[in-house]
C-alpha cells in the first residue's frame, strides 16, 4: 500500500510537471482577422509547434484592436498590417523585435456590372474619386483595422471625406463579413488579397477585382513582441521563439508554400 501510494504520487507530480511545461510553451497571439480568415493560422501553426514545440492561441481581431490588445499586455506577440503605426508604437516602448515577415496587396472588388466604371483603372485614387461622384454604395470595414487604416489614407489622398454619406456604409465587421455585406448588396469594397482568394468560391461571392497592382495597394505584415518591461509576465522568450521561426527561411519557406484551392499564393515572404 505504500509503495502504491508512493507511485500515484510520482505520478500525480509527473502530470503537474508536464502541465507546466505545456503552460510555459503556450502563447497568446493578436492578430488581424486576415491571417485568420485566409485560412494562414490553420496552416502554419501546427508547423510551428511541430518546429518550436510552442502553442500559439490566436485572438483574431482588426489591426488596431489587436495593437491595443498588446500594449494592455494581453497578448505575448502580435501578427498585423499597419507598418507605420508598429514602428510607432516600437518608439514608444509597447514592442519590441519587430520584423517585416510577409506581404501581399489590397484589391477593390465590386458587382460584375461595374456601375461606377473604375474596373482596369490604373490609379485606386482615382477609383476611389469615381465612386464618390457615381455615388455607388461602398462597404468599408470601419473597425480600425489595418485595411480600413489603408481606406482611410486613399480618401484623404483623393481630397475626399467620406463619412456620412448616405453611399457610404461602415459596417464594423473583419474582413469576411464586410465581404459578404458587399456581396448582397452589390456594392463595392477594399479587401486585402488573401482573404479575397480564399472567400470567393468559398462563400460564393458574385464579385471580380475591379482595381489592382497600384503600389499605393501594398499591403506588409509584421510581428514583433510585447515589451518584457513593459509587462513582466508576458512570455518573451517564446514570442521571440515564435518571431525567429517566421522569419527564419524554414518559416518564410512555409509561408510562401500556403496556397489557395487554385494554387495561387496568398502572402509572398520578405523577411529580411
Known sequence: MR????????????????????????????????????????????????????????????????????????????????????????????????????????????PPGDPADIKGMKKAVNAFRKLSTEKVIFVSRGDNSGTYKKELKIWKIAHIDPKGRKWYLEVGQGMGKTLRIANEKKAYTLTDRGTWLALQDKEHLDMVIMVQGDKMLFNQYGVMAVNPLKHKYVKYKEALRFINFLISPKGQKTIAGFTESHGEQLFHPDAK
Open 3 to 110: 509503495f502504491r501510494g508512493l507511485f500515484l504520487f510520482v505520478m500525480l507530480l509527473s502530470l503537474c510537471t508536464v502541465s507546466t511545461l505545456f503552460a510555459k510553451t503556450r502563447i497568446r497571439c493578436a492578430s488581424t482577422t486576415s491571417t485568420q480568415n485566409s485560412g494562414l493560422f490553420e496552416y502554419l501553426l501546427p508547423i510551428v509547434e511541430k518546429d518550436t514545440g510552442i502553442k500559439v492561441d490566436v485572438v483574431a481581431v482588426g489591426t488596431g484592436a489587436a495593437l491595443e490588445i498588446g500594449k494592455r499586455g494581453d497578448a505575448d506577440v502580435v501578427f498585423v498590417h499597419a507598418k507605420d503605426d508598429e514602428l510607432k508604437m516600437v518608439r514608444e516602448g509597447y514592442f519590441v523585435d519587430r520584423h517585416d515577415v510577409m506581404y501581399n496587396d489590397f484589391v477593390i472588388v465590386g
